[in-house]
């Protein structure tokens, strides 16, 4: 398709339909008229190395050593992997492990820094003037800023940058749907931070290589809307405000590209299998604070929110603040909670310990009371159908359900299991309350289990297959020198016999003489 087709598909009063999908009561009045808000530096910061999809990242520094504000303290290992920065100054008081901002709880490598309340900058990353840089250069400085998916994605964002290499990109959208109940720090971003982001709009569309630049936004966000179409006019590139339908899963990027579009893309494929490329709001507003000012991705916006919590805000809070001091600036409690979940309540993450800290991955953070949650008395199937009306994958739920209650992980990836985005719309729509995202996240973390013992088993197959191959061909090589050396051996005596048989023998005592 060329890029002038494609265009046409852009229309400001055309939108396509997806599929499923459900409409969850908003909530977002409890913050969206609360201002973005700066807290003030907590006294002990706690920096997991694993805040991204991929490797971890390792530690650089070691105990005892004295930080900068934006100084390196995790190096990014491998291809998709984050550099990790010090949020603020200090001195670090452990290199070890605490407990993941996860359902789980389990400890993982992480950096605790003591705080000196200082806040000195060490050297700040280097500048770039984007309009004079190459796509390579400003990969590679996004790459050094660590930043990832805002959304909630986390995936590497250099990574996506350099999709230019292997795809013929055209659109890149940016993604300000934020569809998920109660969060609105993408929207107060926007409404604030408008300039700044489209500045970052820019430099990922000169990255990418593409020739046109959508931004969707859901109908429900009329100031935000009209904020980014102020802008509209100040790129290059031509950029248009779509706005969307309400609707979850719409911040689903390929939902997302499905709905501006008309097309879908394939199962386990990507949105550049299309030509497109799709990026948060907040990404984008990284973006320009690390190549216009190098500042690398050490803060976030988070909404804090729910009945739950005194006073809902929309607070800039630094990477590692432990969770109970953003509830404490906010207030503290109203009581204790039904729920507390970092995210939305569609896709959060559950914790039990507010010691746990924000990651640059955290977009809310929500106090929900008994009277916000869904009755939880879990009731047998009805096999209604509700589950798969609703999947805006096309799946059906409750039979992967009874598949995997019957352990039978295999039938449920043949059914679909990997295809399952796990947004929670079949749990919202259960009659029966039975948790059936919750299940799917537990088979798909069994079964990627039962794929890397399995890997880890023919990878040990194949260590041990190379090194029999190894020393059969040492002991080969050490037979062919032994063989080699004895007929080195043989063919010098040889030479010694002829050598002897060939020279006159001295006369011998009492011989005559002839």
């Known amino acids: 398709m060329s890029v002038r087709s494609f265009a046409t598909l852009f229309r400001p009063s055309q939108f396509f339909s997806i599929r499923g999908g459900v409409h969850p ?6 913050s969206s008229d609360c201002p973005i808000e700066d807290m003030p530096i907590p006294t002990l910061i706690r920096v997991p190395l694993q805040q991204h999809i991929g490797a971890e990242a390792e530690p650089v520094v070691k105990r005892d050593d004295v930080v900068l504000k ?8 491998g291809p998709v992997s984050a550099n990790i ?15 993941a901002p996860h359902p789980s709880g389990l400890p993982i490598p992480t950096i605790t820094i003591r705080t000196d309340g200082a806040d000195s900058w060490g050297p700040r990353l280097g500048r770039l003037r984007p309009e004079n840089a190459s796509p390579e250069e400003i990969a590679a400085k996004v790459a050094e800023a660590g930043i990832v ?10 990574v996506k940058l350099n999709l230019r290499g292997k795809y013929a990109l055209h659109t890149l959208v940016i993604n300000g749907a934020e569809c998920e109940p109660y969060l609105t720090c993408d929207d107060r971003l926007m409404r604030e931070r408008a300039e700044e982001i489209v500045d970052g709009i820019g430099i990922i569309a000169r990255a990418l ?19 980014m179409q102020r802008f509209d006019r100040a790129l290059g590139i031509p950029l248009r405000v779509q706005v969307v339908p309400t609707q979850y899963p719409m911040g689903s990027e390929k939902h997302l590209v499905k709905i501006l579009t008309g097309r879908e893309t394939p199962a386990r494929a990507l949105t550049a299998d299309l030509g497109v490329v799709v990026h948060n709001a907040g990404t984008a507003h990284a973006v320009h604070l690390a190549v216009r000012y190098g500042e690398p991705l050490i803060s976030r916006v988070v909404t804090v929110s729910g009945r739950g919590v005194r006073r809902p805000a929309n607070v800039r809070v630094l990477i590692g603040t432990p969770v109970a001091e953003v509830l404490a600036h906010c207030g503290g409690l109203t009581e204790d909670p039904e729920r507390l979940l970092l995210g939305g309540p569609m896709m959060g993450q559950p914790i039990q310990n507010t010691r746990v800290p ?4 955290t977009s809310g953070i929500l106090a929900l009371t008994r009277a916000e949650t869904p009755d939880l008395d879990t009731m047998p199937c009805i096999r209604c159908g509700r589950c798969a009306q609703a999947c805006p994958v096309g799946l059906t739920p409750f039979e992967m359900n009874a598949r995997i209650q019957a352990d039978d992980l295999d039938g449920a990836g043949r059914i679909g299991l990997l295809d399952c985005i796990t947004c929670g719309c079949c749990s919202f729509t259960c009659p029966s309350n039975i948790p059936l995202v919750q299940t799917i996240h537990f088979a798909k973390g069994k079964l990627a289990e039962q794929e890397g013992r399995k890997h880890q088993q023919e990878e040990t197959r194949r260590l041990a297959a190379a090194r029999k191959a190894r020393e059969e061909a040492a002991a080969e090589a050490k037979r062919q020198a032994m063989a080699k050396r004895k007929a080195e051996m043989e063919a010098k005596k040889q030479r010694e016999a002829a050598a002897a048989a060939a020279t006159p023998q001295p006369a011998q005592h009492g011989e005559p003489l002839q």
């Open 149 to 158: 998916g805002m959304g909630g994605a986390t995936f590497p964002s250099a």
């Open 85 to 99: 920065h010090a949020p603020t100054s200090g001195r670090v008081i452990a290199v070890g492990h605490f407990a």
């Open 209 to 227: 290589g593409v020739t046109q630049i959508v931004v969707a936004i859901e109908s429900n966000k009329p100031q935000a809307i009209a904020a």
């Open 25 to 30: 009561e908003g909530r977002k009045s409890l």
């Open 70 to 77: 934006g100084q390196l303290i995790g190096k990014a290992r």
């Open 358 to 361: 924000v990651v640059k991955g």
